[in-house]
C-alpha cells in the first residue's frame, strides 16, 4: 500500500528538504507551505524529478486552513501514514522585553498548532493501526539559554507533549519521534523575529547583542537541512523508532556536555561558548 506523508512548513529548509526526501524514497507526500507564492523552488523539483508531491496550502496558525488541508488529502488518498510537524520560527528578546502576546504568538505556532494536528491526524491513525508522527523540535528543546526564551520554552513543551505522547499512541500501533537538531543553515534566522521592547533602549540590550552575534557566528558553520531530512527519514524507517534523533555535531557536542557536566557547570559552559564570558 502506497505510504502518504504530510510534512508542514515546507516553503524552505527543513521542510523543503524533508519533503523531497521522502517522496524520492516512495513516499506519497503532501508538501503544505501557508503562502503558496513560496513553493517555486519545490515545484521545479519535482517538476525536475517526476516527484510524488502534492503541494497544498496550510496555515498551521488556522484552524480552518489545517481542516482544509487534511479533509483534501483524505479525499485523495484515504490515509496518512506519516506526519511531520516541522513548520516552526523564533523570536529574540528575554523575558522582561517579550510581552505575553508575543509569548502565545510564538506558542501558537510552535506548540498549539502541534497539538491541534495531532488531535485532527491521531484518530486516522488510530483507525489505521499505524503511523508515524514526528515532531521537529530543537537542541533548543533541552538546553536554556538566554535571549530566545519563548522560543525554547515553547520546545521545551513540544519535547514534554511528545514524552507523552509516545506513551498514550504506542498501543495503537503509532510512533512518536522527536527530532533535535542543531544550528541548521536554512532561512531560520533570517526570519527570526525580534520583540517589540527589545530595542536599544532595553537594560538587556547588551546580552541580547552578543547572544545574536555569537548563535550567528554558529549558524555560518551549521549543518545541511539534507542532513535533518535524512535523520527524519531514517526515524521513520527505523523498525522500532528511537524516542529522539540528535542532528548536528554542534548539537551532539551540547547534550553531551549536559549529560557529563553539573548543571553550574554546564551554565558555565554555555556562557563561554555561546557569548565568550
Ligand atoms: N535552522 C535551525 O537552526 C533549526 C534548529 C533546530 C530546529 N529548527 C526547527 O526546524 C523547523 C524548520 O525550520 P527551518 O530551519 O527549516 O527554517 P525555515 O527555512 O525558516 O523554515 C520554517 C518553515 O516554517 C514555516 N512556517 C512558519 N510559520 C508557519 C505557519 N504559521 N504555518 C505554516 N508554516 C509556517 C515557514 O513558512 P514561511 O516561509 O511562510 O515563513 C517555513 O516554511 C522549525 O520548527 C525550527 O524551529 C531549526
Known amino acids: 500500500m502506497e505510504n502518504v ?10 521542510g ?20 503558496l507564492k513560496k513553493a517555486e523552488t519545490l515545484e521545479k523539483i519535482v517538476k525536475d524529478e517526476n516527484l510524488p508531491i502534492s503541494i497544498l496550502e496550510l496555515d498551521v496558525d488556522n484552524k480552518e486552513s489545517m481542516d482544509n488541508a487534511i479533509e483534501k488529502i483524505m479525499e485523495q488518498k484515504g490515509r496518512i501514514d506519516t506526519l511531520v510537524n516541522n513548520a516552526g520560527w523564533g523570536m529574540w528578546g528575554t523575558v ?65 507533549l511528545s514524552e507523552c505522547l509516545r506513551f498514550e499512541l504506542s498501543p495503537f500501533g503509532i510512533n512518536v519521534i522527536t527530532i533535535e537538531p542543531g544550528v541548521i543553515k536554512t532561512n531560520f534566522f533570517d526570519s527570526m523575529k525580534m520583540a517589540k521592547k527589545s530595542d ?28 535533518v531530512a535524512n535523520a527524519i527519514l531514517k526515524s521513520i524507517n527505523d523498525k522500532n523508532p528511537l524516542p529522539r534523533y540528535i542532528v548536528g555535531n554542534d548539537a551532539m557536542m551540547f547534550l553531551e556536555a549536559k549529560k557529563m557536566k553539573t548543571d553550574i557547570e554546564f551554565e558555565n559552559y554555555i556562557k563561554k561558548e555561546l557569548y565568550g564570558e
Open 5 to 14: 506523508a504530510l510534512v508542514t512548513g515546507c516553503s524552505s529548509g527543513i
Open 200 to 227: 536599544s533602549n532595553s537594560v538587556y540590550n547588551d546580552i541580547t547583542s552578543k547572544v545574536i552575534s555569537g548563535v550567528k557566528m554558529m549558524a555560518e558553520m551549521g549543518t545541511e537541512p539534507k542532513e
Open 96 to 160: 522582561e522585553d517579550v510581552s505575553i502576546d508575543e509569548f502565545k504568538e510564538q506558542f501558537e505556532t510552535n506548540f498549539f498548532s502541534i497539538v491541534r494536528m495531532i488531535q485532527k491526524i491521531a484518530p486516522i491513525m488510530r483507525k489505521q493501526k499505524s503511523g508515524s508522527i514526528v515532531n521537529v523540535s530543537s537542541v533548543a528543546g533541552r538546553i536554556g539559554f538566554p535571549v530566545s526564551p519563548a522560543y525554547i520554552s515553547s520546545k521545551f513543551a513540544l519535547e514534554g
Open 16 to 35: 523543503l528538504e524533508t519533503a523531497v526526501a521522502l517522496a524520492r524514497e516512495g513516499h506519497f507526500t503532501f508538501a503544505t507551505m501557508r503562502n
